[in-house]
């Protein structure tokens, strides 16, 4: 079945430093990834729509110079934050649409585990 | 074996129907079950969560867990239009501030016909 991972895990950093989140499609191709946020106890917010090739669409109020994606490749996006501060810690996960499986066109989108950011 | 297991339809009931949502998972170590609802281009919502065993009931929707049988359930009461939208279950071991990861089912395409 479809996997999708996400590295790292888990990552501490500084305030002021730049973190890159890889979100990878491991078995299937993803013309289309999405980004997301979540607090605690809370939704998961649309932040972005990644597309192999492109430049990624931003959801109204999310600034794209803090939160850089490049879906270079079809199974590969990366979210880095820049300049991170603490309020920008948080759970950040990635899905990704599988736009042909088995040689059927489907629209399953398949979820990452997640990457929780914590800046000091 | 994928940790969770979500049938992803698509699901089709009339108006005033009861809805049942499932989802089946393979690490025992569990311990925190949520269902969302997603409309299109939009992130998932959070509707319900359940900790360890049980039921839980929030108005027209009650989510329940059988640890024992590694199974998971939502059930929509008196589904209405506006219900249609794609389900998703997810599940971790810990809380979700304690860094612990989520596991999503693939989710459950609903369309509620009026």
């Known amino acids: 079945g479809a996997v999708v991972s996400q590295h790292p895990s888990r990552v501490i950093c500084k305030s002021g430093t730049s973190v890159k989140i890889e979100c990878r499609s491991l078995d299937f191709q993803a013309t289309t990834m999405f980004w997301y946020r979540q607090f605690p106890k809370q939704s998961l917010m649309l932040m972005a729509t990644s597309n192999e090739g492109s430049k990624a669409t931003y959801e109204q109020g999310v600034e794209k110079d803090k939160f850089l994606i490049n879906h270079a490749s079809l199974t590969l996006s990366t979210l880095t934050v820049t300049s991170a501060h603490p309020e920008d810690s948080s759970f950040y996960i990635c899905?990704?649409?599988?736009?042909?499986?088995?040689?059927?066109?489907?629209?399953?989108?398949?979820f990452g585990p997640g990457t929780r950011l914590t800046v000091l | 074996q994928k940790e969770v297991e979500q049938d992803p339809g698509p699901l089709s009931v009339p108006e005033g129907a009861i809805v049942s949502l499932n989802c089946t998972y393979s690490?025992?170590?569990?311990?925190?079950f949520m269902w969302y609802r997603q409309y299109s281009r939009k992130g998932p919502e959070l509707l319900m969560y359940t900790y360890s065993s049980g039921n839980k009931e929030d108005g027209r929707f009650t989510a329940q867990v059988d640890k024992s049988s590694k199974y998971i359930s939502l059930f929509i009461r008196d589904s209405q239009p506006s219900d249609s939208a794609t389900y998703l279950c997810a599940m971790s071991e810990g809380y979700w501030n304690t860094g612990n990861q989520f596991y999503f089912g693939t989710g459950t395409s609903l369309t509620v016909i009026p």
């Open positions: 690490n025992s170590a569990f311990q925190y």
């Open positions: 899905s990704a649409r599988d736009s042909i499986l088995a040689g059927r066109a489907t629209d399953t989108q398949y």
